[in-house]
């Protein structure tokens, strides 16, 4: 299949540090290419691809610092997808929903991946004016705030490839990990206490964005600096996630918003570090209570966990990984999507694609 994959701008694919939207669509585009099929990827200027890289900024807009305004560069951006539309069998957008009025002439050939939060008030009307629009979510809770109709085609779990974290059967550090962004949802503050209560090290490797830095400089930093317990990491590259989950004792996943899957939660596992989450959005879809770590309701119920964590098989942890959450069985999904879209001739697909020659003449292309 020839298929076309839009990224998100905002960082780079893979991203270099933080960025979950990005990391998945650099693991299903790399799946994708390693099957044989024809992928494109329209992304920043700095992202690396085995596809074909359209270059729709110079660098990861995050990273840019003349960059005031994302929206031009997006706009730019599904200009050129737009204008390549006919090149393509399936248009697969990771871009939330920019793109919706732009591709109602081919819309029968898209898919559109939501990777956010959907029960935010304004998107009700949003979805409500495009019902055709075909749509995949990554949890079945996600699609809980959303009236109907919606084009829902698919829930595809994210996934990642079997190497990218290697299992560590036996973490030496003894401490607990949390990962991710310092924001208000994502609740560093009960990771803290947690760990206070539960008397174990607690390190914390996150970003802080603007939009988060009154949260970090008038709640986390002190808690921080009153806990000797806690460490504050920073952002985290690829190489040092592994080392950071593989010898982390759990994960603590302690969130207070309706989370649309949590990928951090699989790398732990993927690692065999079970997880502590709190129970809210897909958690219970995504962590097996009492095998692959413990979905909790609170504060306590999470210092418990903490002292159940004994009770868990860290090998069984990455069994379940390796059968629910691999970039094979996302790929898979996705796939099947594809070639069930309204718009794609499954038939053609199967047959050689005819091409002029310089003489007019037509022969099979691949």
């Known amino acids: 299949m020839k298929i076309a994959q839009i990224a998100p701008l905002a960082e780079s694919v893979p991203p270099k540090l933080y960025g979950g939207t990005e990391r998945v669509v650099s693991y299903l585009t790399e799946e994708l290419v390693r099957q044989g099929h024809d992928v494109t990827l329209f992304a920043s200027g700095d992202s690396r691809t085995s596809a074909k890289l359209v270059r729709c900024s110079d660098i990861a807009l995050r990273l840019n610092p003349i960059v005031k305004d994302p929206l031009p560069y997006q706009l730019m951006m599904l200009d050129e997808v737009c204008r390549r539309a006919d090149q393509f069998d399936v248009l697969h957008f990771h871009i939330d929903m920019l793109h919706f009025p732009m591709v109602r002439d081919f819309v029968d050939r898209t898919v559109t991946t939501l990777h956010g939060r959907l029960d935010l008030p304004d998107l ?181 966990a903490v002292e159940r964590l004994p009770e868990l098989d860290r090998r069984k942890v990455r069994e379940v990984f390796e059968h629910r959450f691999t970039v094979e069985r996302m790929a898979r999904d996705y796939l099947a999507i594809y070639r069930g879209l309204p718009g794609v001739d499954v038939g053609a697909l199967r047959r050689p694609r005819l091409v002029p020659t310089a003489d007019a003449g037509l022969q099979a292309a691949a």
């Not at 949890?139 to 829902?152: H, K």
Request: charged fraction near 25%.
């Open 124 to 304: 009700r009307p949003l979805f409500a004016a495009f019902p055709d629009m075909p749509v995949v979510s990554i949890s079945r809770d996600q699609r809980r705030p959303l009236p109907r109709p919606v084009n829902w085609v698919g829930n595809v779990y994210h996934g990642l490839p079997r190497t990218v974290l290697p299992f560590n059967p036996d973490p030496a550090r003894g401490y607990l990990a949390f990962l991710g962004r310092i924001a208000p949802e994502k609740r560093p503050d009960r990771a803290i206490e947690i760990a206070a209560r539960a008397g174990l090290p607690l390190k914390i490797a996150a970003k802080i964005d603007r939009v988060d830095r009154a949260y970090w400089d008038d709640v986390v930093a002190p808690l921080v600096a009153r806990h000797p317990n806690v460490e504050f990491v920073g952002e985290i590259d690829e190489r040092q996630k592994a080392e950071f989950l593989g010898n982390a004792s759990a994960l603590l996943f302690p969130i207070d918003w309706p989370e649309p899957f949590g990928l951090v939660s699989i790398e732990a596992m993927a690692c065999g570090t079970p997880v502590i989450a709190f129970r809210a959005g897909s958690v219970p879809e995504v962590i097996d209570d009492g095998i692959t770590g413990f979905v909790v309701r609170n504060v306590e119920e999470a210092v418990a």
